[in-house]
Nanobody
Framework: QVQLVESGGGLVQAGGSLRLSCAASGSTFSINAMGWYRQAPGKQRELVAIITTGGTTNYADSVKGRFTISRDSARNTVFLQMNSLNAEDTAVYYC?????????WGRGTQVTVSS
């Protein structure tokens, strides 16, 4: 089993920045990707950014150029630096991990951007 714990959410003004962190624990060996999804009220959960153990990244078009995903493999931690935030970024952000064919989720952290 893999446990994922997010931190770093909060309230920020439009144009501001936040940095999310997600620490993985448990059976972290062979985690092959970690990333972030988000879900806004009334909307489906969507991919924000993902990074593989090889360092390959993928971003949603809506966050390209504003968000940066990175990882600290030694600490099994993934980060999401979010800049130039706007109201459309308001959502619950969920940490995601994939190990073999299994997927794992954190409980989520709220990000609220005030306009």
């Amino acid at each position: 089993q893999v446990q994922l714990v997010e931190s770093g959410g909060g309230l920020v003004q439009a144009g501001g920045s936040l940095r999310l962190s997600c620490a993985a624990s448990g059976s972290t060996f062979s985690i092959n990707a970690m990333g972030w999804y988000r879900q806004a009220p009334g909307k489906q959960r969507e991919l924000v950014a993902i990074i593989t153990t090889g360092g390959t990244t993928n971003y949603a078009d809506s966050v390209k150029g504003r968000f940066t995903i990175s990882r600290d493999s030694a600490r099994n931690t993934v980060f999401l630096q979010m800049n130039s935030l706007n109201a459309e970024d308001t959502a619950v952000y969920y940490c995601y991990g994939r190990k073999m064919a299994r997927e794992y989720w954190g409980r989520g952290t709220q990000v609220t951007v005030s306009s």
